[in-house]
Every structure is written in structure tokens, then in C-alpha cells.
């Protein structure tokens, strides 16, 4: 009773005032809330429009099929022809781990490249927009705009990227897409001894890729990250996917 | 099992000195920034002369910092790209407009100090303010953006960021007090006591949280604290950069030399930190 009489008529000026003030806090915090969420809703909607990746169109991707390789670098240096990659740095390499003492060893190979992420951590990182990502899912540098701030570099947990001491930008695998888009696979792919290394468009079931993801079971490297790579592993050692301790 | 790697490739570190000594720089202009500002706004006439100075140093600390930055870019004379384009998911992008608004609004204030017309630098000192903060929060934002480094990827590298950008910028208008009033240097000192206090359980806190980490993470703890990262981390920024002058702080005559002690520790302190977190933090290979 008492409590909605002084509700309905404050009984000072003072009171009327904080209620005044009451009311005036609460627009205040509306209209913080409302410009939040304007924010908010913009920042999705650029977010749904950098991922909407249009589906049913090409998807490359690559297959390493470890019970194959032979682990020769054939790729490695394949790539380094191919691309001019100076001394130093590389944009394809394979990482190779031994376990155990004689006589009972062993050796793993890991080739490594930029996975093409689908949801790439350095194309998110780039002030400029000049790491981005095709429809086709392959991950560029645009040259004549990267100013080389080497943030994609630090943002890509997989080190897949390197300054280019030459050109004075950032430089990284392309997938070959000179190659790719005239109709010829990725140079390591066409130079790898044990045909561990297969190409082609995700998307397209009849691929080879597409059928050995189906039916196989593929790894990637750093799953918990979120970048959804698009270089899928076959067989691979799971302690040489991950950082490589002393002793196991 | 014994395990070796026998072949593998680590590129170099993305980021080096010059991005240290941009974190470091624009940490000080902001912190300087915001303490002109509060000495202005609720120093009352005690608190003038150090705001003046205060102001005016800002953006002399920042543009250095800023300069730094340009330095570290592969094509510095493309710098003008940064302001081209924009991408909403890159804390980069935000930070460059960040910086570039605060700059002008830090040298606008020094102008007005400088001018002597501090009065009608007011309504800059709140809206200044708003921007220093952002811009000692953004540095450690884009250090956690990186989601590979783990002594990055920490929900509490902005926040120790930001407080040991306002203590050092402190550390600066302590180190520039000479011959204020001393009302408003002991309020300098009192406040500067509870920022690095601040700094000090934020700092624990990341330190424990790592050591209680397992993989990359305790790696990372490995890093900060043993080898010549950790005589930094530990004995440079834990011990010589917060827990001495906070005890300096807390004797309740202090002269001037002591004083000029002190601002200097916490900037040693905070450089090293910065340093340690910006490169140690690459230390932990990626693979
Ligand atoms: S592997 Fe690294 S460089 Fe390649 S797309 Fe993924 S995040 Fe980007
Ligand atoms: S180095 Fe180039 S591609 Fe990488 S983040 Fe900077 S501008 Fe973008
Ligand atoms: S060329 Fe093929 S077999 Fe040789 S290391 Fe590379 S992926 Fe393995």
C-alpha cells in the first residue's frame, strides 16, 4: 500500500528528482544497449559475409597420404623451383621426427604447407586486406598492397608464412594457382615419388580428394584452433603433428 | 621413448625490437596522457603544473613509438594502406584508427597546455582519455589475436598491458615533477603505488595460471621464467620494476632522488616485460 502511494506520488521534490535521474540512467543504458547491439549486429553481418563461402563451387584442398611418402623432399625443393622461394625460407618443407634407440627406431615425415585454411586466422589478422581468400578457398597475398607488417605471420599457428627477403612483403604457398588455374596440379604434387600427395576440388565427390576424405580417416594439424585446415593428413604420427617433446 | 626432431622449419619471429619499443613508446604517451588528464580535471591549481607537462609530453613519446612502427613495416613508404583499407576482424585495423585519433588528440591537448590555455583543453582531457585507454588495451589485444603463441593468447595480456602503460607513463610525469608542488607529487606517488599494485597481482595471476598450464602453455611458463627471459621477466619487471618501488613507495618522506629511483625501475620494468612477452612469447616453436 504504502509502497505504490509513494510510487505513484513522490512526496518530495527530492525524490521526484531521483526518480527523474532513475529514469534518465535507464534511457542512457537503452541507448548504450541499443548502440551495442548496432555494433554487434554490424560486426556479425561482416563476419557472415567474410564466411559466406559460397557452397557448390570448386573447394581445393590436398590429401597427404602418409603411408606413401617416403619422406625424399622432392617437394620441398620441386617448390622451391617452381617458385623462386629464396634461401632461407620455404613455403613447403617436411618435418621429420626419429623415435627410440637402436634397434627398434623410427622415423616420421610430416610435409608441411599452408593448410588453406577455411577459416584462415591470417587473413583475419591483416590490417590491409591483402591476405585474403578466394572463392576456391585458396589463401593469397595481394603484393602490391602488403605493406609487410608480418601480422598474418604471427597470426598463422602454423608458420606457414615468411617475409620474402627480396620482395619486402610477406610470401606464403599459393597452391600453385598459376599452375592450377591453366588446368596443371601444385608442382609438389606433380613431382612427389610416392604419389602421396593428391589435389583437387573438395566439393566435386568424384575427386580423389574428395573420395579418400570420405572415406578415410583424415587428420589436420591443430583441430582445437578453429582454422579448419584444408590439407588433410592420412596416417600421420600424431607426435610429430604436434610440437615435439624430448621424451614420449 | 627418446624423440628428436630431426628435420624441421621454424621462420623467423614475426615481431622484434621495433614492435617492443612501439608498445612501450605508445603505452608511455598514453599513460602520460591520462595522467595530465586527471591532474587536470581533479588536480585542482596544485595539480597544474604537472598536467602541463604531463600533456605535453604525450605526444612526444608517442610519435617516436609511432615512427617505430613505420620502421618495422617491409615497405614503410606504404603505410598510408593501413588507412586505405579496413578489416572489421583485424584489432590491427581498429588500432591504427585508434592511434592515429588519439595522436591528434594528444597534440591538440599539448598544444593548448603549451598555448596556456588548459581551460579550454577540458572537454580533450575526458574525450583524450576515452582514446589512451583503448590505445594501451589494443596493443595487448592484437597480441592476443595471435591464437598460435600462448604467452599472447591470454585473456589477461590487455588488462597487464594497459595498467603497466599507465604506471610507466606515470613513471614519466614522476621523473618530470620536479619542482611541482608537493601536494600533488605525493598524490602522484600514492596513485602510482596503487597502479603498480595493480600490475603486480595481474602479473602473479598470469604467471600462476601458466605454471598451473600444461603443453604449450607450460612451455610458455618455462620461458618467462628460467633463462635470460626470466632474469627479465623475474628480476628485471616482477622484482626491480614492481616490488621494489613499491616498497620505496610506501616510506612516507621520499626525496627527490628517491623518486627519480623509482620512475626509473618501473621503466626498466616495463620494457622488459614488454620484451619479454613480445619475444619470449615467439620462443615456443610452432611445431
Ligand atoms: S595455414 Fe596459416 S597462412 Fe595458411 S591459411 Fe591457415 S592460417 Fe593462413
Ligand atoms: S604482412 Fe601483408 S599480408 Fe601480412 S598482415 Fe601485413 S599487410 Fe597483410
Ligand atoms: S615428394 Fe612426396 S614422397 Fe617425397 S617427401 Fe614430398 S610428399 Fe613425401
Known amino acids: 500500500m504504502n509502497e505504490r502511494q509513494t510510487s505513484k506520488e513522490p512526496r518530495s521534490g527530492g525524490d521526484r528528482e531521483g526518480l527523474l535521474n532513475r529514469r534518465e540512467a535507464l534511457k542512457a543504458g537503452a541507448v548504450g544497449a541499443v548502440g551495442a547491439i548496432g555494433v554487434l549486429s554490424g560486426y556479425t553481418a561482416a563476419r557472415a559475409a567474410v564466411d559466406d563461402k559460397s557452397a557448390g563451387q570448386v573447394r581445393y584442398a590436398m590429401v597427404i597420404d602418409l603411408r606413401k611418402c617416403i619422406g625424399c623432399h622432392a617437394c620441398s625443393v620441386a617448390c622451391k623451383s617452381e617458385n623462386n622461394v629464396p634461401l632461407g625460407v620455404w613455403r613447403t618443407w617436411v618435418k621429420q621426427v626419429e623415435r627410440g634407440g637402436f634397434p627398434s627406431t623410427q622415423r616420421h615425415f610430416l610435409p608441411r604447407l599452408c593448410n588453406h585454411c577455411q577459416e584462415p586466422a591470417c587473413v583475419e589478422a591483416c590490417p590491409t586486406r591483402s591476405a585474403y581468400q578466394r572463392d576456391d578457398g585458396v589463401v593469397l597475398v595481394r603484393e602490391e598492397r602488403c605493406i609487410g607488417c608480418k601480422l598474418c605471420m604471427a597470426a598463422c599457428p602454423y608458420d606457414a608464412r615468411f617475409f620474402h627477403p627480396e620482395k619486402k612483403i610477406v610470401n606464403k604457398c599459393t597452391f600453385c594457382v598459376h599452375r592450377v588455374d591453366k588446368g596443371v596440379v601444385p608442382s609438389c604434387v606433380n613431382t612427389c615419388q610416392g604419389n602421396a600427395r593428391i589435389f583437387g576440388d573438395l566439393n566435386d565427390p568424384d575427386s580423389d580428394v574428395a573420395k579418400l576424405v570420405a572415406r578415410e580417416s583424415v587428420q589436420v594439424l591443430k583441430p582445437e584452433l578453429g582454422t579448419e585446415p584444408r590439407v588433410f593428413y592420412i596416417g600421420a604420427d600424431t607426435g610429430t603433428m604436434g610440437r615435439v617433446r624430448k621424451e614420449i | ?287
Not at chain 2, 628480476?235 to 620512475?263: E, H, K, S
Request: glycine share 12%; charged share 10%; net charge positive.
Open chain 2, 1 to 287: 621413448m627418446p624423440q628428436v626432431i630431426f628435420y624441421d622449419v621454424n621462420h623467423h619471429e614475426a615481431m622484434g625490437l621495433l614492435v617492443v619499443i612501439y608498445f612501450f613508446m605508445s603505452g608511455l604517451g598514453a599513460g602520460a596522457f591520462l595522467t595530465g588528464a586527471a591532474f587536470q580535471l581533479f588536480g585542482g591549481p596544485n595539480g597544474a603544473k604537472i598536467a602541463k607537462r604531463a600533456a605535453i609530453a604525450a605526444p612526444i613519446l608517442l610519435i617516436p613509438g609511432l615512427l617505430c612502427l613505420m620502421l618495422d613495416l617491409g615497405q614503410p613508404m606504404r603505410f598510408f594502406n593501413l588507412m586505405l583499407y579496413f578489416n572489421v576482424q583485424s584489432i590491427a585495423s581498429w588500432g591504427v584508427w585508434l592511434i592515429n585519433i588519439f595522436m591528434g588528440l594528444s597534440v591538440l591537448f599539448a598544444l593548448l597546455h603549451f598555448a596556456g590555455k588548459a581551460k579550454a583543453a577540458r572537454p580533450l582531457a575526458y574525450l583524450g582519455s576515452v582514446f589512451a585507454i583503448a590505445v594501451g588495451l589494443y596493443s595487448g589485444m592484437l597480441l592476443y589475436q595471435m591464437r598460435g603463441y600462448e604467452l599472447w593468447h591470454s585473456a589477461l595480456v590487455p588488462p597487464i598491458f594497459l595498467v603497466s602503460a599507465i604506471a610507466s607513463g606515470m613513471a614519466v610525469v614522476l621523473l618530470l615533477s620536479r619542482g611541482s608542488d608537493p601536494q600533488a607529487i605525493r598524490t602522484l606517488t600514492r596513485a602510482l603505488a596503487v597502479v603498480i599494485g595493480v600490475d603486480l597481482v595481474l602479473a602473479l595471476t598470469e604467471i600462476l595460471t601458466l605454471v598451473w598450464s600444461h603443453g604449450a602453455k607450460g612451455e610458455a611458463a618455462d620461458v618467462i621464467l628460467s633463462g635470460g627471459f626470466g632474469f627479465m621477466f623475474i628480476g628485471l619487471y616482477l622484482i626491480l620494476g614492481l616490488v621494489l618501488p613499491l616498497l620505496l613507495l610506501m616510506r612516507r618522506q621520499a626525496g627527490r632522488g628517491v623518486y627519480v629511483t623509482i620512475a626509473v625501475m618501473v621503466l626498466v620494468g616495463t620494457l622488459a616485460m614488454r620484451f619479454v612477452i613480445v619475444i619470449g612469447g615467439q620462443a615456443v616453436p610452432l611445431s
